[in-house]
């Protein structure tokens, strides 16, 4: 008679990699990398993008 074989230990995922921070040197550079507009709160907004400081960086 065979021994029991034990089943294998489940082995979680590994956790998904956070995306890397945004960052565009200018709206140029932003809309090429499809980016543009952003939004205040998302990845690779800042300020200085958003010439009229309403929220949206490289709109236009």
């Known amino acids: 008679?065979?021994?029991?074989?034990?089943?294998?230990?489940?082995?979680?995922?590994?956790?998904?990699?956070?995306?890397?921070p945004a960052y565009y040197a200018n709206c140029a550079a932003a809309r090429a990398a499809g980016a543009a507009p952003i939004f205040a709160g998302q990845a690779g907004y800042r300020a200085g993008l958003d010439r009229d400081s309403d929220g949206v960086a490289c709109e236009g």
């Open 1 to 20: 008679v065979p021994a029991p074989v034990a089943p294998a230990p489940a082995v979680p995922a590994p956790a998904p990699a956070a995306p890397a």
